[in-house]
């Protein structure tokens, strides 16, 4: 039986193992992310209650890991909403849905702390079945070296992003 609960220090090894067999069957990988996942660890937008695991007979089969966005709008305030990077799913465990699971955990979790709005980079194909828009669907441009069919939105309290107009930049 899967259970999804908040990712622990103690798991960070197994993780990271996961992480990185996760991607080498990804359709987009540079092969890093296990690496960006710690590098996400360190900074000062990290923020713990927001990393979960999938897990099964205790073995770590998904992950899911949030951190504070910046958003700067024309009105030259910043505001933080959330990114989402990155989201795995071990090969033997796809298409079963754990990655939406994981993705509406993280996303109750992070309403509950007053997060309303969340952004990634991925495929619009996958991720517009849960409810991702293009960025430019909210006013906002993408500032990344990243082609903007990839900057996707999902506002978790609606209306969060309503007439916003500003930048959105992804570090890669």
Do not use: C
Not at 28 to 36: A, C, H, I, L, N
Not at 39 to 52: D, G, M, Q, V, Y
Request: hydrophobic letters at 40%; zero cysteines.
């Amino acid at each position: 039986m899967m259970e999804i609960r908040q990712a622990q220090p103690g798991d960070y090894p197994a993780i990271y193992q996961h992480v990185q067999q996760a991607f080498k069957t990804a359709q987009v990988s540079d092969g890093t992310e296990q690496d960006f996942v710690e590098a996400l660890r360190k900074k000062t937008t990290f923020i713990p209650e927001l990393e979960f695991v999938a897990v099964e007979e205790g073995k770590i089969i998904g992950h899911v890991m949030l951190s504070e966005q910046e958003v700067k709008t024309e009105d030259i305030h910043t505001r933080n909403f959330l990114l989402l990077a990155p989201l795995s799913v071990d090969f033997n465990y796809r298409n079963q849905k754990i990655g939406g699971a994981l993705m509406e955990t993280a996303f109750k979790k992070a309403v509950a702390l007053e997060r309303h709005a969340v952004f990634l980079v991925g495929n619009p194909d996958y991720y517009s079945r849960y409810g991702f828009s293009q960025i430019q669907a909210f006013g906002l441009k993408n500032k990344s070296t990243i082609p903007d069919q990839f900057i996707l939105g999902q506002e978790l309290v609606h209306g969060v992003l309503a007439d916003i107009n500003g930048e959105l930049e992804i570090k890669e």
